[in-house]
């Protein structure tokens, strides 16, 4: 059964910091996805990563996709409010059948 | 085309009645997929159809779902004789085919309570 496992669950701070959320599995994955979902609304994608090893920025964000292709890591530079949300990862390979597997997020709170 | 649309938003209901949800994709996404969602946990997948062909549908999916893609558009997910457990957050999504597969649109979801 593949899993994909993130850490840390839950994670609130400050306005300003940096932080860093993973997502861990024993399993290969042809690609990765990083989602954020807030209250009430469904997962929005952010990113996608195909290549081991590669890294991708959006703004502040800062995605990694491990060189084995078994995790992934995403860093927030001065985290601002407008980060608080749920972010998920999300991976497929030929073992799923190409489907998504999906992580149980990470809960980032941003306190201003 | 104004993203993927779920209707209702929110539904409370009591336990042993029937429910259903829609799901309207974008216009031209093939594949749609359901999802459940419980409070603290990632999407589960349901099932997922491309055009009207339902091809794939989760082993944890009770006897008592049921989804329809009838004309290759719009979606229902019908829960039959529904029980408390079945309280979740119920997600559509849909995608390209091809390589686009995994690049799902959200819906804001269709949140149900049971009684």
């Known amino acids: 059964t593949q899993l994909l496992e993130q850490s840390p669950q839950f994670l609130s701070i400050q306005e300003g910091e940096n932080l860093t959320v993973y997502c861990n599995s024993s399993?290969?994955?042809?690609?990765l996805q990083w989602y954020r979902q807030e209250p009430g609304e469904g997962p929005v994608l952010l990113v996608t990563?195909?290549?081991g090893g590669e890294v991708k920025k959006l703004k502040r964000l800062t995605f990694q996709f491990g060189d084995a292709r078994k995790d992934s890591s995403l860093h927030i530079t001065a985290a601002q409010p407008g980060d608080t949300g749920l972010y998920l990862c999300?991976?497929?390979?030929?073992?799923?059948?190409?489907?998504?597997?999906w992580g149980a997020g990470t809960k980032l709170i941003i306190k201003p | 085309d104004t993203g993927v649309s779920q209707d209702p938003r929110h539904k409370i209901t009591k336990r042993g009645q029937n429910v259903t949800f829609r799901c309207d994709p974008i216009?031209?996404?093939?594949?749609l997929y359901w999802y459940r969602q419980t409070l603290g946990q990632g999407p589960e997948f349901l099932t997922y159809?491309?055009?009207?062909?339902?091809?794939?549908k989760s082993r944890l999916l009770s006897d008592r779902f049921s989804a329809e893609r009838p004309k290759g558009s719009f979606s229902t997910l019908e829960i039959q004789r529904t029980e408390q457990g079945d309280s979740a957050m119920y997600l559509c999504?849909?995608?390209?085919?091809?390589?686009?597969?995994?690049?799902?649109?959200f819906g804001a979801g269709s949140r149900l309570t049971v009684l």
């Open positions: 999300a991976g497929a390979s030929r073992d799923s059948n190409y489907q998504l597997i």
């Open positions: 990563v195909v290549t």
């Open positions: 999504a849909s995608s390209l085919g091809g390589s686009g597969a995994n690049v799902l649109t």
């Open positions: 399993s290969v994955f042809s690609s």
């Open positions: 216009s031209e996404h093939n594949r």
């Open positions: 159809f491309q055009n009207e062909a339902q091809l794939e």
